[in-house]
């Protein structure tokens, strides 16, 4: 089993071998085909979230290591324990990784990504940077049809991140308008599937004018800078005093801010990016322009099978993939924390 993990926070992935993994009960051995990587994955890897005013979220203290990053999943099922149902060996299957104790109220409820146990893999628990996974449970393996394991695997976070907060602001947008803010890969995932989720006027802003014209070509009648003040109040004008609802896919102060100064009364905010940093706004400005800023985290196991059965059924657009092989984990890394990618890359075994 070959993996490429970081030895110490911070520091280059080098590749480690180790016997596979055997399984037992309700667990599933995949061979994993191929991985997305995430930006959320770089947090992990740096050991720590920015919250602004040199204040930092530590996470190193939650996982052994070396450890393996990873949890955009997709593989063959090659071994499953005695007790599994409803999976078979060479059956090819993308991975829900927002696994929780299941073993909580929350858990019970359908939501275990937002369990206080979290199990993820490639966030808690070894992921996807590998050859081997071992799956606790088969119900968290989908079925992923006639679409490219390349595609496929990318659901299972920028799609499912994307496909949640879409969902969260489809009343407000709906017969409305959009902005999404960042045109990032899991921005762009975004604009790929929300037509099929809300008939809104999109608009999309990036500092990045080679992203602006992604979220162009993506199907957005206009792109704005959002550091241009004449650009701002251009899309004030478009949209008649701002849009009914904001999309925040980077999660810093600077695009919190704009988001929330560009929705119109009775507007909603959701932030999905974990960019970083702190925000602040007027207490009396939330009731004045009835406004709601909503926070957003992956999504859950019910809203993962909706996702795919609207991608197998070809309702989302293409998505730019940059392919790269699986040796090729750090440079991914390092390239996606400079900025360097339009779209999403997937590492391929």
Known sequence: MKSYQFEEYGEALVENEKEAPSVSGDQVLMKITACGVCHSDIHIWEGYFDLGN????????????????????????????????????????????????????ICASGKGHLCNRPQALGIDVDGGYSDHLVVPNAKYLLDYGNLSKELACTYTCSGLTAYSALKKVKSRADNGTLLVIGCGGV???????????????IYVADIDPEKRQAGIDAGAVAAFDPNDREQFKELM?????GVNAAIDFVGAESSAKFGTNALAKGGKLVIVGLFGGEFSMPLPMFPIKAIA??????????????????????????????????????????????GNIVGRVVLKN
Not at 321 to 336: G, Q
């Open 187 to 201: 921005g762009l995932a975004g604009m790929a599937i929300a037509k099929s989720v809300t008939n809104a006027t």
């Open 237 to 241: 004008k478009l949209t008649g005093g």
């Open 54 to 105: 040199d204040k930092k979220l530590d996470v190193r203290g939650k996982r052994p290591l070396p450890f393996t990053l990873g949890h955009e999943i997709v593989g063959e099922v090659i071994a499953v324990g005695e007790n599994v149902t409803g999976v078979e060996i060479g059956d090819q299957r993308v991975v829900y990784p927002w696994i929780g104790c299941d073993n909580c109220a």
């Open 293 to 338: 800023i909503e926070g957003t985290f992956v999504g859950s196991l019910e809203e993962m099978h909706d996702l795919m059965e609207l991608a197998k059924a070809g309702k989302f657009n293409e998505l730019n993939l940059d392919e790269r092989p699986m040796c090729e984990a750090h440079n991914a890394l390092t390239d996606l924390q400079s």
